[in-house]
């Protein structure tokens, strides 16, 4: 009887768990590992900045392969995001942000930013000292996405800056600039 192992509320065989492990996550169809290729250095479309929300992990690369942006893109995560990016109250993390997009500007010329933030976000309820729901949750995270996206078109006025909230069921909406 071969062993098997959990994983979530999936249960594999143990050449099943091989494979995954062998193969680095790469899909598997019709016995021959499929993966987009990873770019050579010179180019990617946007950087994102996320939430480091355990919950969204899958969810965010979902969304980013959903728009074709497979391996196409920067990833920056720091908890809160936008709110992570922007805080008085966590100065290390403004600059990691602007350093990590100047790198991906120079070494990447990357063309956009895009900024997704997530609802029931605990750095939010940190930071803001305030437990929000609704369309006060909404609105606490468009003001500090649009904060964080009037400083990055005023420093870089040739980038674009797209504004988004995922959900927890991974539905993501646009959020407004201005």
Known sequence: MQPKFECHTHVVSRRHALKMTLL?????????????????????????LSCMDYRLVDD????????QLTNNYDHVVLAGAALGATSDKFPGWNATFWEHLDVAIKLHHIKKVIVLDHRDCGAYRIVLDKNLTGDEEKAAHAEQM???????????????VE?????????VEPIAMG
């Open 146 to 160: 649009n904060t964080l996206a009037t400083a990055i078109t005023k420093k870089y006025p040739d980038l674009a």
């Open 163 to 171: 504004l988004l909230l995922m959900g927890l069921d991974g539905a």
């Open 60 to 67: 965010i690369v979902r969304y980013m392969d959903g728009r």
């Open 24 to 48: 680095g996550g790469r899909a598997i169809i019709g016995g021959l590992a499929v993966t987009a290729p990873a770019r050579a250095g010179g180019g990617a479309e946007a950087l994102l």
